[in-house]
C-alpha cells in the first residue's frame, strides 16, 4: 500500500534530550512538510523540503531541525532547545510538479516530556 | 502575517441536519483544501478548489472557492454519526504548497 508512516506513535523524551520523528514516504511524492498540532489550534509548519538535499524553515522552525538525504525519508529532531516540545507531530507529501496536487498526512507521532 | 479565519469553532447537532462552515481571510490565496481529522490520526482530504467560484462535490460535502479567493466554505448535508471529527479548511498562495491553516471546526452528532 502507498502512503505516508510515521514513527513512532507515541514518544517521550527527558529533559536536555534530543529526540528524532520518522516519516517515511513511498509515494514517489517531491516535496515533504512537518507540522505541529497543539489542542484546539490549526497547524503549524515547522520546516519543509521541495527536491533531497535541501529544505527551507517554516513559521516555528525554532529548536527543532531536519535533513533530507533520501526522497522517502524527511526526519525530524526536537531539539532540548525547544522547551515545550509537548504536541502531536504530523507530517505530510505532495507530487509538486504540478501546481494542483494536495498534500497528504501521515498518521502523526504524539510527543510528551517525562 | 497570513491567517485564516474558521467559523463556527464548534457544532453539536441532530443526526440528519445538514452542517455549514467557513473559512475567511483578508489575503488571497490560489487554493483552498478541506480536511477532516479524527482523534489520534493524521487529516484526511475531504475537497481540494483550484480556481476561484469553484463549487465541487464530494458525497454528501460541497465546498466553494470564493470569488474573491480570500473564503471558502464546506457544506455537509443529512449529517451522520460518523461525521464527528475535526474539519480544516487549509489555504496556499505560491507553488512551495506551503499551507496555512484555520484553527477548525469540531463537529459533534447527536443520533
Known amino acids: 500500500d502507498g502512503g505516508i508512516t510515521q514513527s513512532p506513535k507515541y514518544l517521550f523524551r527527558k529533559e536536555g534530550q534530543n529526540v528524532t520523528l520518522s516519516c517515511e514516504q513511498n509515494l514517489n511524492h517531491d516535496a515533504m512538510y512537518w507540522y505541529r498540532q497543539d489542542p484546539g489550534q490549526g497547524l503549524r509548519l515547522i520546516y519543509y523540503?521541495?527536491?533531497?538535499?535541501?529544505?527551507q524553515k517554516g513559521d516555528i522552525a525554532e529548536g527543532y531541525s531536519v535533513s533530507r538525504e533520501k526522497k522517502e525519508s524527511f526526519p525530524l529532531t526536537v531539539t532540548s532547545a525547544q522547551k515545550n516540545p509537548t504536541a502531536f507531530y504530523l507530517c505530510?507529501?505532495?507530487?509538486?510538479?504540478?501546481?494542483?496536487?494536495?498534500?497528504?498526512f501521515g498518521d502523526g507521532t504524539r510527543l510528551s516530556i517525562l | 502575517g497570513q491567517q485564516l479565519n474558521q467559523s463556527p469553532q464548534s457544532m453539536f447537532i441532530q443526526e440528519g441536519e445538514d452542517v455549514s462552515m467557513n473559512c475567511t481571510s483578508s489575503?488571497?490565496?490560489?487554493?483552498w483544501l478541506w480536511y477532516k481529522q479524527d482523534p489520534g490520526e493524521g487529516p484526511v482530504l475531504l475537497i481540494a478548489l483550484y480556481k476561484a467560484g469553484e463549487l465541487t462535490s464530494n458525497g454528501r460535502l460541497t465546498a466553494q472557492f470564493g470569488i474573491t479567493r480570500k473564503d471558502s466554505f464546506l457544506n455537509i448535508s443529512a449529517s451522520i454519526p460518523s461525521d464527528v471529527g475535526i474539519y480544516f479548511c487549509?489555504?496556499?498562495?505560491?507553488?512551495?504548497?506551503?499551507?496555512?491553516f484555520g484553527q477548525g471546526t469540531t463537529l459533534q452528532v447527536k443520533p
Open positions: 505530510a507529501s505532495r507530487y509538486s510538479r504540478r501546481g494542483d496536487q494536495p498534500q497528504h
Open positions: 487549509a489555504a496556499a498562495s505560491s507553488n512551495t504548497g506551503k499551507l496555512i
Open positions: 489575503s488571497i490565496f490560489n487554493t
Open positions: 523540503s521541495q527536491i533531497v538535499n535541501d529544505f
